[in-house]
């Protein structure tokens, strides 16, 4: 019997792949994001006479529930006791080969070298622990993401000219600008939004959970 657990990072990168994939094609990619809209289409208002949450808001509204299950598929998912530990022998044993070098005790030196190998085994096994749960999270980002991008035409309808604040934001330097627009060089002000708030929130999210950084 396989044990997947030995090709978890394998499966991963596999499955990231597959969501690029999705993401390309346009169909589908509608189709995930039209599905989507029958749950999450009726909590946004709708210019003129729409009722529900300014889609601006939705979007922080999603970033902070991306931010929680994201923590939480972290935090049961990743062994954070082990890395620090493997970070803290990696950094007592850089210090120790720094003076080995520096006193030129070839003996402790050629210890030393024993020992990295068993080292930079265990940073590869954390690597690869940190980035097993990428695929849980993708597929649960990854409809939402596609949900906001079908969502968006619907959303810039109004123009920023006509002050529907729930189709613009107020970025420090931009100040009023449509989510539709490009807010910097080619990225727009709703992936921005949504990247604000998504580091805010989770840094919360992840100090109240006592999640350490990966």
Not at 153 to 170: K, M, R, S, W, Y
Request: charged share 20%.
């Amino acid at each position: 019997m396989v044990d997947l657990r030995k090709h978890s990072s394998l499966i991963a990168t596999v499955f990231v792949m597959l969501m690029m994939f999705v993401y390309m094609i346009e169909w589908l990619r509608v189709g995930i994001g039209r599905t989507m809209d029958m749950v999450l289409g009726p909590l946004v208002n709708t210019p003129p006479d729409g009722f529900g949450v300014p889609f601006f808001a939705m979007i922080l509204i999603l970033s902070c529930i991306t931010g929680l299950y994201s923590s939480l598929v972290q935090k049961y998912t990743i062994d954070y006791e082990r890395m620090q530990r493997v970070q803290k022998n990696v950094r007592e044993f850089q210090k120790e080969y720094r003076e080995a070098q520096l006193s030129g005790d070839e003996k402790k030196i050629k210890k030393l070298e024993g020992r990295r190998d068993k080292m930079m085994q265990e940073q590869m096994e954390m690597s690869k622990q940190q980035f097993q749960p990428m695929a849980i999270i993708l597929v649960l980002t990854i409809p939402i993401f596609l949900w906001m991008l079908y969502r968006l035409p619907a959303a810039a309808a109004a123009a920023v000219t006509d002050l529907n604040l729930a189709n613009a934001i107020v970025l420090p330097f931009i100040g009023l600008i449509g989510l539709s627009a490009t807010a910097f060089w080619f990225v727009p002000a709703w992936i921005l939004w949504y990247m604000i708030c998504s580091l805010s929130m989770s840094q919360v999210i992840r100090k109240a959970l006592n999640i350490g950084g990966l």
